[in-house]
């Protein structure tokens, strides 16, 4: 699990770390001096993360959607090289979840002291997932969760995970450009679970925010994405 990343759009540019750094907070360091393109990525035994920099051109409440572009864009990767009957679902704000268990989450990271109506000089979206559980763990006591290695991926070269994602990141992004912030939403509220405190619901995406909202007899809740990421640590 320390090969080379697979070749990659001339816009990329890998940085490969240590099983000791973790790929979002390295992203934050260099994303001022490097600025964006800039990938930084890691496989072990035990997990697989990459981040990618990225300069919006929204302001930071709506730049902030793309951590579920990029959350998109995992479950994409892991669609196409996974095992076919697996289901890969997503659930809010930005986890990754295979058959029913968590198996990992996008994140993103901000410039610090960015007010929401600025446009931020970049921003840093990303992905980390269990490659397989630490030795002595026992599956029964946390079934909620699963590892990559569990779930028929023990094929797939961790690397060759990473570059997918980065693809599929950069094609949500295109995509949202062209056709507008809908089409992105329909990716990712196509694949979004339904859990209890959204049935009978009709879901949408705000555009100004990401927040997910939802409608019941012509009221509308929102909630928030900003607030969701902080709560999960994404």
């Given at each position: 699990?320390r ?55 929204e ?26 009957e ?49 030795p ?42 062209a056709?507008g ?54």
């Amino acid at each position: 699990m320390r090969g080379g990343l697979p070749p990659l759009p001339s816009l990329f540019d890998p940085v490969p770390l240590g099983a000791g750094e973790e790929a979002r907070a390295r992203a934050m360091a260099l994303a001022p001096e490097r600025g964006g393109g800039t990938l930084t990525w890691l496989a072990t035994s035990e997990r697989v993360e990459a981040a990618l920099v990225v300069e919006p051109e929204e302001p930071l409440a709506a730049a902030r959607a793309a951590v579920l572009a990029a959350a998109s864009a995992l479950a994409d990767a892991l669609g196409v090289l996974g095992p076919p009957e697996i289901p890969v679902t997503l659930r809010w704000p930005a986890g990754i979840v295979l058959n029913s268990a968590v198996v990992g989450e996008a994140m993103l990271g901000e410039p610090p002291d960015t007010a929401p109506e600025e446009r931020p000089d970049w921003l840093v979206v990303g992905f980390r997932a269990r490659w397989r559980h630490p030795p002595g763990h026992q599956p029964g006591l946390d079934p909620g969760r699963t590892a990559l290695a569990e779930e028929g991926f023990l094929e797939v070269p961790p690397e060759e995970l990473v570059a997918a994602w980065a693809r599929h990141l950069m094609a949500g992004f295109a995509e949202w450009q062209a056709r507008g912030f809908s089409a992105m939403a329909e990716r990712v509220l196509a694949r979004l679970e339904v859990e209890g405190w959204m049935a009978g619901a009709r879901r949408g995406l705000d555009p100004a925010s990401g927040d997910l909202i939802l409608r019941r007899a012509g009221e509308d809740a929102r909630h928030s994405l900003a607030a969701a990421l902080a709560e999960a640590g994404a």
